[in-house]
């Protein structure tokens, strides 16, 4: 089974900057687009950044000037790199992938299970 797993959450002071990263579980053949959502406590799930296979970018414009995202094509990872955090930005950071195609299946999407971001004040 394909998944995707998180890893670079943690607790920082406003101000200060997180690096979030994504791989997949097995080996893909490719994978669409790759992004970011997050979801604060009692709100729904936002997306954050999204970049396609070919390296287009879109940003919430919350995060827009503060939060880079990027991939590495040949690992099936992508990034996420925030700076200038704010107590806002607090939540738990979902990657996903779209259009996933391993060796022998497709998925339109798969999401990971989740990292948590605290951002203190």
């Known amino acids: 089974q394909v998944q995707l797993v998180e890893s670079g959450g943690g607790l920082v002071q406003a101000g200060g900057s997180l690096r979030l990263s994504c791989a997949a579980s097995?080996?893909?053949?490719?994978?669409?687009?790759m992004g970011w959502y997050r979801q604060a406590p009692g709100k729904q799930r936002e997306l954050v950044a999204i970049?396609?296979?070919?390296?287009?970018?879109n940003y919430a414009d919350s995060v827009k000037g503060r939060f880079t995202i990027s991939r590495d094509h040949a690992k099936n990872s992508v990034f996420l790199q925030m700076n200038s955090l704010k107590p806002e930005d607090t939540g738990d950071y979902y990657c996903?992938?779209?259009?996933?195609?391993?060796?022998?299946?497709?998925?339109?999407?798969?999401w990971g299970k989740g990292t948590l971001v605290t951002v203190s004040s």
């Open positions: 996903k992938g779209e259009d996933v195609r391993t060796l022998i299946s497709r998925y339109m999407e798969i």
């Open positions: 097995v080996t893909i053949r490719s994978i669409n687009a």
């Open positions: 970049i396609t296979s070919g390296g287009s970018t």
